[in-house]
């Protein structure tokens, strides 16, 4: 009964977003010219949902799907060797038959590195070197332990992790496909950043102002990834009310506040960002004015910066007007971003982000035509009461950055 399910995938396949079949050729040609450059046979790529999806990032860039729960593709460097992707629930056997451009689809239970080393096994690799690519490389971790532990006893060959270079070198710099769909995102973003700015007004809760922001992309066709959305007052803020990481709460905003913001909307797994300030029911205080014109000056300063060929190092610097205030920072100021959140993650030098942070893939990076990131400059008071991030997905072309988004950058009046 499974079996006759994962092939008779039914109509509604043509009705979820897929890439062409050049796209993935490209993909996969590229990834077995890496595997041959890093002497692997086999690639075990695991996946569990995550933050936009991104701990299945490198399964839906192979696969067209990307898990909520426990999964793994197989793929092999020899192009006669088809991928197989295992899926972790038999109940969604049928979306991934449906969605995915992997046709051998299995289940992944029970005992799933059995599975996997059977898998190697049967297409005669169990010899052969096997590369782990997991999550995020800034964790330094891995697939799950006891999973380690039996690949590494059934697979005779080499079994490493190649994670970061996975990441890093493979799905860093975009297709004209996949910024087409960042694209779409950025428009999602757009809309959901008019909507809230439309809903923001004294009376009304962050619940609410999070309801009228994802409504208005969700019924589009985008998809929610998160959205901090977070209201404390202009002047008398306690320490830490205005920080941006939030969750929306039941609190009222209130005339004299502010509302920071930083949400990403998707398509299909790629994702945008924005982030502006809104000042509710009158103009921004005197104080907040101030941030705005260096957190202005900085976000032109870096996209200055994004050209092929310039360094971490060059974005680093680009941020002198924030780090040199009185001010200072509480998040990144520059991240990877399209299919994941990924490199570099570069901060201010007094931050503990790179370069005030160990970070050797950052230190290294140079940027490239058709990479996307978002540039985030973000500051905060001493005590920190006052707060806010400025920011905007950006694509790098030939003769430097281009901006996504199109929603006016401004400290928008509500």
């Not at 990877?336 to 007094?350: D, E, L, Q, R």
């Not at 290294?364 to 009461?385: G, H, R, S, Y």
Request: charged letters at 25%; glycine letters at 8%; hydrophobic letters at 35%.
């Amino acid at each position: 009964m499974i079996e006759n399910r994962l092939v008779t995938p039914n109509s509604r396949t043509e009705q979820y977003p897929r890439f062409s079949e050049e796209e993935y050729e490209r993909r996969y040609d590229n990834v077995r010219a890496w595997m041959d450059s890093q002497d692997l046979d086999v690639l075990l790529i695991y996946g569990n949902g995550g933050l936009l999806g991104g701990n299945s990032t490198n399964i839906h860039y192979l696969s067209n799907y990307s898990g909520m729960f426990m999964t793994y593709l197989v793929f092999f460097a020899d192009p006669d060797k088809s991928p197989t992707l295992y899926c972790g629930l038999s109940n969604h056997l049928q979306f991934l038959a449906e969605i995915s451009v992997v046709n051998d689809i299995r289940l992944l239970i029970p005992d799933p590195p059995k599975q996997l080393a059977d898998r190697v096994d049967e297409a005669g690799l169990s010899q052969g070197n096997t590369g782990i690519v997991s999550l995020d490389p800034r964790y330094e971790y891995s697939v799950p332990h006891d999973h380690h532990v039996e690949l590494q006893s059934r697979l005779e060959g080499e079994l490493r992790d190649v994670t970061g270079s996975f990441v890093n070198e493979v799905h860093s710099v975009k297709s004209d496909e996949e910024i087409e769909w960042i694209e779409d995102a950025a428009r999602y973003c757009d809309l959901g950043m008019e909507a809230l700015a439309e809903a923001a007004e004294p009376g009304v809760t962050e619940y609410e102002l999070e309801a009228a922001l994802k409504n208005a992309y969700l019924k589009e066709g985008g998809e929610a990834s998160f959205t901090f959305i977070n209201s404390a007052p202009m002047a008398g803020a306690e320490p830490g009310a205005a920080i941006t990481w939030k969750e929306p709460s039941s609190r009222t905003v209130e005339r004299g506040d502010i509302i920071s913001t930083e949400f990403s909307a998707s398509h299909h797994g790629y994702s945008s960002q924005i982030h502006r300030p809104i000042a509710v029911g009158q103009p921004p205080t005197d104080e907040y004015q101030e941030m705005w014109e260096l957190a202005l000056e900085t976000y032109e300063n870096m996209l200055d910066a994004l050209k092929p060929g310039n360094t971490a190092r060059d974005v680093a610097d680009a941020t002198a007007p924030i780090e040199n205030s009185a001010y200072k920072t509480y998040d990144v100021m520059l991240h990877g971003f399209g299919n994941a959140y990924i490199h570099p993650f570069i901060g201010t030098p007094s931050s503990n982000y790179w370069p005030g942070g160990d970070d050797p893939l950052t230190e290294a990076w140079e940027f490239k035509e058709n990479m996307t990131v978002v540039i985030q400059p973000n500051l905060t008071t001493e005590d920190e009461t006052k707060c806010f991030q400025l920011g905007t997905a950006v694509v790098i072309r030939e003769d430097g950055a281009e901006v996504l988004q199109e929603y006016p950058v401004e400290f928008v009046q509500s």
